[in-house]
Nanobody, 123 residues
Framework: QVQLAESGGGWVQSGGSLRLSCAASGYSSVTYCMGWFRRGPGKEREGVAYIGSDGKPTYADSVKGRFTSSQDNTKNTLSLQMNSLKFEDTAVYYC?????????????????WGQGTQVTVSS
């Protein structure tokens, strides 16, 4: 059973930085690819970044140039470095895992989810 646990959320002023981590257990990491999603207040969950089957990250336009994500298969972890944070980045951030041959941009591709971690950016 795959289990995912996010950490690193918190409160930060606009323009600041936070780093999220996701620890994965219960699987062989070479089989799965991971991604980040978020749900802002009153909004639907949306994709933030995902790791492709080639190991390369793809970012949503709203975070491109500000966020950086990487998957470490030796440590079974996924990270999200968030810089130049904006008020609109306020959300619960979720880590998710999928079988690598599924499309990483689709939420439905992910079969395993973490509980989420709150990120609050003050304006």
């Amino acid at each position: 059973q795959v289990q995912l646990a996010e950490s690193g959320g918190g409160w930060v002023q606009s323009g600041g930085s936070l780093r999220l981590s996701c620890a994965a257990s219960g699987y062989s990491s070479v089989t799965y690819c991971m991604g980040w999603f978020r749900r802002g207040p009153g909004k639907e969950r949306e994709g933030v970044a995902y790791i492709g089957s080639d190991g390369k990250p793809t970012y949503a336009d709203s975070v491109k140039g500000r966020f950086t994500s990487s998957q470490d298969n030796t440590k079974n972890t996924l990270s999200l470095q968030m810089n130049s944070l904006k008020f609109e980045d306020t959300a619960v951030y979720y880590c998710a895992a999928r079988l690598c041959f599924f499309n990483g941009s689709r939420e439905a591709s992910y079969g395993w989810w973490g509980q989420g971690t709150q990120v609050t950016v003050s304006s």
